[in-house]
């Protein structure tokens, strides 16, 4: 049986619990409806069902940057750190596409 594609996948993010840093490098990836975030060396952060997770915008922040609540801990992400040359805030738009999507497939 083939591994399925993950419906979404991004490196090189900063991964932030206020007040501190988690990682400046890490990693979402959205696979089989859940999310997880990791570290750059694959590490889990935190890991839950997408269905299970609040995310939108980032208030007071750049277009690049998400706010995500993961079993009952606030995290920002902020894409495209990695890659200068990638459009950032189109990326952050298809990581809440594909939060609420997959949320929304799961109903």
């Known amino acids: ?8 996948r991004a490196t090189g993010v900063r ?3 206020w007040p501190r840093s988690l990682t400046k490098a890490g990693q979402v990836l ?4 859940r999310l997880q975030l990791l ?3 694959g590490r889990v952060i ?3 069902p997408v269905r299970a997770v609040r995310a939108g915008r980032a208030r007071f922040t750049d ?3 998400a706010a995500l609540k993961v079993n009952g801990k606030r995290y920002r992400l902020t894409m495209g750190q990695r890659d200068r040359d990638s459009d950032a805030e189109t990326l952050a738009g298809r ?6 999507g997959a949320g929304a497939a799961e109903d």
């Not at 959205?30 to 409806?33: A, L, N, R, V």
């Not at 990581?95 to 609420?100: E, G, R």
Request: glycine content about 4%; cysteine-free.
């Open 1 to 8: 049986m083939a591994m399925a594609e993950p419906e979404f």
């Open 63 to 65: 277009e690049a940057s």
């Open 46 to 48: 935190d890991s839950a």
């Open 15 to 17: 991964i932030e619990r």
């Open 30 to 33: 959205i696979k089989d409806g």
């Open 95 to 100: 990581f809440l596409k594909a939060v609420h």
């Open 39 to 41: 570290t750059s060396y």
